[in-house]
């Protein structure tokens, strides 16, 4: 679905990718793992066209890497940006609507699929999105990337500030995703939701991979967890 090679990207002078290769199968769930400043966030916004880049980033068997972001989603990429993102002054269903790709219709999901997974947003769909709650908005964001109903779909640090239960909530919605045949990327720092859904991870450390496994290998290396994740 998804496969990265030697990739290498930076932010001006700065070279903060070191030949990166990972991929992700259709439907399945792959967590990136790794310290705040190690690359996480960089290898997705690269693989999504805003960060300039070399290498070689295919989806589906075709090359996306030097395509416009807009571009690399009408191509089926969906991106959850860990700044939420979302358009403050419009209401929630108002959001929600502008996930959609122009002059596509009859996708995996629906409003209703998203007020059915997330009631919340039923309730506030007439609110500005922009006083909504962290957690809401996370929901929000999430949902909106759905209705453009990508084929896979990378999420920055989802969990990132919310409470447990909207945790859980957040862990069951990635297993729909899989279940309906969506792959997921998740970037994230909570090991516990990311080995308890996740059929593969990386863990990343100074802009290179340093590590890929089962969730099972990497609870049985506590080398690599001393060096590259615990704080």
């Known amino acids: 679905m998804l496969e990265i090679r030697n990739l290498h990207a930076y932010y001006g002078k700065s070279h903060v990718l070191h030949g990166v290769d990972l991929h992700v199968k259709p439907g399945e769930i792959v967590s990136l793992l790794g310290r705040n400043g190690a690359g996480r966030s ?107 109903d990508p084929d896979l779909i990378m999420i920055d640090e989802p969990t990132e500030g919310l409470a447990p239960k909207i945790v859980t909530l957040v862990g069951e919605y990635l297993m729909a995703l899989k279940e309906k045949g969506v792959s997921v990327l998740l970037v994230e720092q909570k090991l516990a939701i990311a080995m308890e859904i996740s059929q593969r991870v990386y863990v990343m450390g100074h802009g290179a991979i340093v590590f890929e496994g089962t969730p099972a290998q990497l609870r049985a290396d506590a080398a690599v967890r001393k060096e590259w994740l615990e704080v």
């Open 42 to 148: 960089t290898l997705v916004k690269a693989a999504m066209g805003q960060v300039s880049a070399t290498g070689s980033v295919k989806l589906k068997n075709e090359d996306i890497l030097g395509l416009k972001a807009y571009q690399i989603a009408y191509k089926g990429l969906g991106y959850v940006p860990e700044s939420r993102d979302v358009f403050p002054t419009l209401t929630v269903e108002q959001n929600l609507v502008l996930g959609e790709k122009s002059g596509k219709r009859g996708g995996r999901w629906s409003l209703e699929d998203m007020y059915g997974m997330f009631p919340r947003l039923r309730e506030r769909r007439a609110v500005p999105a922009g006083v909504l709650s962290g957690g809401e908005q996370q929901m929000l964001t999430l949902c909106r990337t759905l209705m453009g």
